[in-house]
T-cell receptor
Framework: GNSVTQMEGPVTLSEEAFLTINCTYT??????LFWYVQYPGEGLQLLLK?????DKGSNKGFEATYRKETTSFHLEKGSVQVSDSAVYFC??????????????FGKGTKLSVIP | GAGVSQSPRYKVAKRGQDVALRCDPI?????LFWYQQALGQGPEFLTY????????KSGLPSDRFFAERPEGSVSTLKIQRTQQEDSAVYLC??????????????FGEGSRLTVL
């Protein structure tokens, strides 16, 4: 079956530090890969995505590259801000029954950025 | 509103009670998903609707869980005879078209269920 493993948190960084959150996956097909973010008091929202190998997703200064050879999709940001404090979820989407696509999530990594 | 709306935001139930959780998806969104998120875990798939048709309910943990979307918009997740292990946040998400592999789901803020 499909699964996603991401580094456990919490992660605490100082403002302007470099961020990496590791994510690896197991899938039977050719999944699309995603990072979702949950800010305090808000619902999950899509941060970035990549739909095929070697694609790079990027948004709000965050980047992740779909690496098929290492089955990874690590999230990076060069300089974090206090406003990036949130829980980050790595996820994959693969074909499920009846033509639908189902998201499989990792456990989430809580990031706290301190001034 | 513009986003996915869920109610109630918080529900405390005594063990054995029935609960109903409501989801109002984004207008015009064909697909609707329910996920369960236990404390410290990622969301786990429960069920999927395309319009009013429930096309996948493989993630429902037991026959105490039932979901419906009779008119293809609002959905209700019902849990009968609640147990303590049902305590979790129940997330609803919608998308314009669940048949495409975009993965861009729009989530509500969730309904936090606590079973005493």
């Amino acid at each position: 079956g499909n699964s996603v493993t991401q580094m456990e948190g919490p992660v605490t960084l100082s403002e302007e530090a470099f961020l990496t959150i590791n994510c690896t996956y197991t899938a039977t097909g050719y999944p699309s890969l995603f990072w979702y973010v949950q800010y305090p008091g808000e619902g999950l929202q899509l941060l970035l995505k990549a739909t095929k190998a070697d694609d790079k997703g990027s948004n709000k200064g965050f980047e992740a590259t779909y690496r098929k050879e290492t089955t990874s999709f690590h999230l990076e940001k060069g300089s974090v801000q206090v406003s990036d404090s949130a829980v980050y979820f790595c996820a994959l989407s693969d074909r499920a029954g009846a033509g639908s696509y189902q998201l499989t999530f990792g456990k989430g990594t809580k990031l706290s950025v301190i001034p | 509103g513009a986003g996915v709306s869920q109610s109630p935001r918080y529900k405390v139930a005594k063990r054995g009670q029935d609960v109903a959780l409501r989801c109002d998806p984004i207008s015009g969104h064909v697909s609707l998903f329910w996920y369960q998120q236990a404390l410290g875990q990622g969301p786990e798939f429960l069920t999927y609707f395309q319009n009013e048709a429930q096309l996948d309910k493989s993630g429902l943990p037991s026959d105490r869980f039932f979901a419906e979307r009779p008119e293809g918009s609002v959905s209700t997740l019902k849990i009968q005879r609640t147990q303590q292990e049902d305590s979790a946040v129940y997330l609803c998400a919608s998308s314009l078209d669940g048949a495409t592999n975009t993965g861009e789901l729009f989530f509500g803020e969730g309904s936090r269920l606590t079973v005493l």
